[in-house]
């Protein structure tokens, strides 16, 4: 079945590294996404990894994929109070259905 | 650029109503899907529309539908209201095409209120 779970929060504070967990049981996975939703906000779409990386960087962003275990990380380097959201880990399936399965989302607080 | 952009940003209606919820994609995206966001459930996908065809529908209703016009916007429309409607209805869009993959880019949603 389809399935993604994420843990439900997580605090830190501002200048240290974040790192949000999410795994998914479906194997035929073959893109996953991280989004952000601040309060009162739609989702931003933060990145996205195809399953046949290991790793993808974008400035202060690092996702991390490991197939095996189907897991996803998202790492947040230097994070500031304006980190502070909810993170949402979502998975697609090759082919023509175009419906992203969501974690329920991590609220990321970020304390000064 | 601008974004996706959902009307109205509220919407309070009572039980049995009949709600309409509009989505204009960001331009030049052709595909337009519907989420739910309600309490405690997290996002559940309910349709995608590409060049004016239903694609795919999620696990709702037929009280559920929606369309898309020739210029991309779409609609979700929710006949006979229940309290359990009541949630965040985010619409995204993303370049079109029926096969592979395409980020899709969320607006920022239509809260419904059902009274």
């Known amino acids: 079945g389809e399935d993604v779970e994420q843990s439900l929060f997580l605090s830190v504070r501002e200048g240290d590294s974040s790192v949000i967990n999410c795994t998914y049981t479906?194997?035929?996975?073959?893109?996953l996404y991280w989004y952000k939703q601040e309060p009162g906000a739609g989702l931003q779409l933060l990145t996205y990894?195809?399953?046949n990386m290991d790793m993808k960087q974008d400035q202060r962003l690092t996702v991390l994929l490991n197939k095996k275990d189907k897991h996803l990380s998202l790492r947040i380097a230097d994070t500031q109070t304006g980190d502070s959201a909810i993170y949402f880990c979502?998975?697609?399936?090759?082919?023509?259905?175009?419906?992203?399965?969501w974690g329920l989302g991590t609220s990321l607080a970020v304390n000064p | 650029e601008a974004g996706v952009t959902q009307s109205p940003t509220h919407l309070i209606k009572t039980r049995g109503q009949q709600a309409t919820l509009r989505c204009s994609p960001i331009?030049?995206?052709?595909?337009v899907y519907w989420y739910q966001q309600a309490l405690g459930l997290g996002l559940q996908f309910l349709l995608w529309?590409?060049?004016?065809?239903?694609?795919n529908r999620g696990n709702f209703p037929p009280r559920f539908s929606g369309r898309q016009f020739p210029n991309y916007s779409s609609e979700l429309n929710v006949n006979a209201l229940e309290l359990e409607d009541s949630a965040l209805y985010l619409c995204?869009?993303?370049?079109?095409?029926?096969?592979?993959?395409?980020?899709?880019?969320f607006g920022d949603g239509t809260r419904l209120s059902i009274l």
């Open positions: 995204a869009s993303s370049l079109g095409g029926t096969g592979g993959h395409q980020p899709q880019h």
């Open positions: 331009s030049g995206h052709t595909s």
């Open positions: 529309y590409d060049e004016g065809e239903e694609r």
């Open positions: 479906d194997s035929s996975s073959t893109y």
């Open positions: 990894i195809f399953s």
């Open positions: 979502a998975e697609s399936h090759a082919g023509n259905n175009r419906k992203l399965i």
